[in-house]
């Protein structure tokens, strides 16, 4: 067994050496700012970005120093768009601390115009980390290029979802493209090309087999987390995907077995900021009597399998191949 | 003469058929996000980024159509750097037209979300051009480099600016400082050392000899104008950089050569929302009377000086040399 999750706390020294370098020789607003991108990006993560682009990487070479300190690009990349996203959604806590438009002390718009700029700086250092590593310009230039696609997804699944709630009735298959655009592909299928790019693999639909799956399979565990999940373990308020109004496949299938009233109840229930406890309890019963959480699990389950069946064709390495199915199922268990 | 300025139309229609070739199949919001932002990257800019580009390919190289088309990529960096700016002031009007997140029709939240995300996109797609354009990967690795260097000194830059407001006793070196991280670097050095980099130029001190100067003598000229300018011309109203508070050359030079009550007027109109005519007309005449103004004149003369005496070292090319002197009169002498 590779045993790759036992790499997580190298990834962790070698964000916290990152950050160090960068603030080698900084002082007042620069350092701060530095101190607090820092502290954002080291707590909380559970790695499995980088974990996913090392596996990408797997697929044609041997593990090396090199690219697990490379890797911790994509915990710089998943930065850069927490801190974007949390300022669209207005929300207070990630990871149980502050957002980090929340942490400056200045004005409400000095405070989000610095966490909209220190997103940015960790998109710079991102593409900085993968230019300066050690491999074979070529490689490099090939892995940005799956870089450049998974921002691009994730950017277009971005504005789709955000104005999900503008556009009236919604579907399972807009839900569901959705998690590919902004969730597949940041979360797993950019991290494993970057990682297989880097060392000169060239078969990358049959990652988008494994990947795309996978991806949307734990958006739906994220979503039903979102609902159902510990306030404790998450870090966040389990009200806050509600209170925003996201449409998830949990909102799509309680329509299907819901009385009128109680489908509207649901609908006053989504984006309302103010939702009382007995509301939200209210709003978990009928997702769950519905059948709509059984259904979430179920659909959950068939991307599940649809990645897991995958692996053969993506890798004949028996290790490797254990190593797939134990981060696609990290991936879907987890609760949190 | 090698008139880099004739292929700003060429620039132009490059820029097009890149938008076009995205465009291409794309429906509902993903397209009105990726129209507005074709429509804000192309009208009203003067492609003076491109432009240094290409100079800075040329002092290593001939001209082709190949660093033509890839210098598009400056305006889409270029983009995403001002919709965050317009964000973070809160501006309504850019290049005489709404800033982007004043186009959407959803709601404000939803609004600057599509903003920021689509300013995301132009960051992806300037890389992704640099990437795909016909070069060595060794040398797109190198310009690469380059442009994260660039983003890392905008962001720093934009950090200090935001937060100049804020600490008190504020010093000409603070402000000259901020010119050069913000405005200077990505520009005309870092544009010059993108194109330098793809034609495997090395010599980099060189162009900050020419690029850091000419810079700050652009800022300057820019503070002025936007005191002094004609808001016609400009396309945004000329208030704007007073009641956002900027601190500026200009400013620093007031406090030498006015009275306490004086002082105390100019600093109770920096940053207040709603300046009366009256008010304005007065801070104009104090900066004018004071010898602020012309004291900034000269600031802005001597760095262009500087910046034009480093020309001789940096090429020996007579051609280049004219068309870097002209590059840098049209940097200063502009009046939008």
């Known amino acids: 067994m590779l045993n790759l999750i036992s790499y997580k706390q190298k990834i962790d020294e070698e964000l916290k050496k990152f950050f160090d370098s960068k603030l080698d020789g900084k002082d007042g607003i620069e350092k701060e700012v530095l101190e607090q991108l820092k502290d954002f990006t080291i707590r909380g993560g559970k790695r499995m970005r980088p974990l996913f682009m090392i596996a990408g990487y797997l697929l044609n070479a041997d593990i090396t120093e090199e690219i697990i300190k490379a890797s911790i690009l994509l915990e710089l990349m998943q930065s850069y768009m927490l801190i974007h996203d949390d300022i669209i959604d207005e929300s207070d806590l990630r990871r149980g601390f502050p957002t980090l438009h929340k942490v400056f002390k200045f004005n409400k718009k000095t405070n989000e115009g610095l966490a909209i700029i220190a997103a940015d700086l960790a998109n710079a250092y991102c593409h900085e980390i993968l230019l300066r590593a050690n491999f074979p310009s070529e490689n490099i230039r090939n892995a940005l290029v799956e870089m450049e ?178 981060l696609a199922d990290k991936m879907v268990s987890r609760n949190t």
């Open 149 to 326: 696609k998974a921002y691009e997804a994730t950017a277009i699944g971005e504005i789709n979802d955000m104005t999900l709630p503008f556009t009236g009735k919604v579907s399972l298959d807009s839900v569901t493209k959705v998690h590919r655009m902004k969730t597949a592909e940041y979360t797993i299928n950019g991290p494993m090309k970057i990682g297989a790019s880097l060392s000169g693999y060239k078969n990358m639909d049959l990652i988008d087999e494994y990947a795309i799956p996978l991806g949307i399979a734990f958006q739906i565990q994220d979503d039903i987390l979102g609902v159902f999940g510990d306030e404790q373990i998450l870090g966040k308020p389990v009200k806050s995907d509600v209170q925003e109004g996201k449409i998830t496949h949990l909102i799509i299938f309680s329509r299907q077995n819901t009385s009128k009233i109680e489908q509207m109840f649901i609908n006053s229930v989504l984006g309302k900021r103010d939702v009382t406890d007995e509301e939200f309890n209210q709003f978990k019963e009928l997702i769950r009597s519905s059948g709509a959480l059984d259904k979430a699990e179920e659909l959950k389950k068939s991307y599940y399998n649809q990645a897991i069946s995958s692996i053969p064709r993506l890798t004949e390495d028996p290790e490797l191949r254990e190593e797939l199915k134990f």
